[in-house]
């Protein structure tokens, strides 16, 4: 697998629920960030988590971090339509250094 | 304050022709990256540049594929004799370079090769 696989491919979820993700990368990184994509769209950058920290929240986010595991989740509450969009995590090894992706998360919010 | 500019935001080109795609970083930003995204895909590394150099690029294909930041202007990926192969959307991201981690994306240009 490559690094910072997501998991799942795709969620289908109706408007109120949960959406939660997961990603896995292989090699030590510095952080790891998380960002959106709406369907034919630039990139949104998310939250960003670094490699001492296990845990952050931005508004309806929530993203965790394992490091142990080479893992992270991305959960999005009480999600809404507007929330429908591919998630993609990336893996970074320094400031100043390349973003490593991962084949994201297409996520369908049903009203 | 602005965001990364790319232009244009389509492009059509025949095969064997010529592709130029530019980025105007966040205003302060010196660093540019250049990212390539095929259909359904994540996307993948092409090259990383700072004014005047570039840092790495080793996602870049070694032939066809060029990429420049001068000292004034927009960085430039300059794509020749395209190949139907070469249609995707690419985007450029920047970064202060002062030690952030977190890099800023375009809107993407959509690369189409007839």
């Known amino acids: 697998s490559q690094q910072g696989e997501e998991d799942p491919q795709a969620l289908s979820i109706q408007e109120g629920e949960n959406a939660t993700m997961n990603c896995s990368y292989k090699t030590s990184i510095n952080n790891l960030q998380w960002y959106r994509q709406n369907s034919g769209r630039g990139l949104v950058h998310l939250i960003l988590i670094r490699s001492n920290e296990r845990e952050k929240h931005s508004g309806r986010l929530r993203v965790t971090l394992d490091t142990s595991k080479k893992s992270s989740s991305l959960l999005i509450t009480a999600s809404r339509a507007a929330d429908t969009a591919s998630y993609f995590c990336?893996?970074?090894?320094?400031?100043?250094?390349?973003?490593?992706f991962g084949g994201g998360t297409r996520v369908l919010v049903k009203p | 304050n602005a965001g990364v500019m790319q232009n244009p935001r389509h492009l059509v080109r025949r095969r064997g022709q010529e592709a130029r795609l530019r980025c105007s970083p966040m205003k302060g930003h010196s660093h540019v990256y250049w990212y390539r995204q095929l259909p359904e895909e994540g996307l993948k590394f092409m090259v990383y540049?700072?004014?005047?150099?570039?840092?790495?690029e080793s996602g870049m294909p070694k032939e066809r594929f060029s990429a420049e930041f001068p000292k004034e202007g927009p960085s430039i990926l300059r794509i020749q004799q395209v190949v139907r192969g070469d249609s995707a959307a690419y985007f450029c991201?920047?970064?202060?370079?002062?030690?952030?981690?977190?890099?800023?994306f375009g809107p993407g240009t959509r690369l189409l090769v007839l």
């Open positions: 990336a893996t970074g090894k320094a400031a100043g250094n390349k973003l490593t």
């Open positions: 540049l700072q004014k005047e150099n570039i840092i790495d």
């Open positions: 991201a920047s970064q202060t370079g002062q030690g952030e981690e977190t890099q800023y």
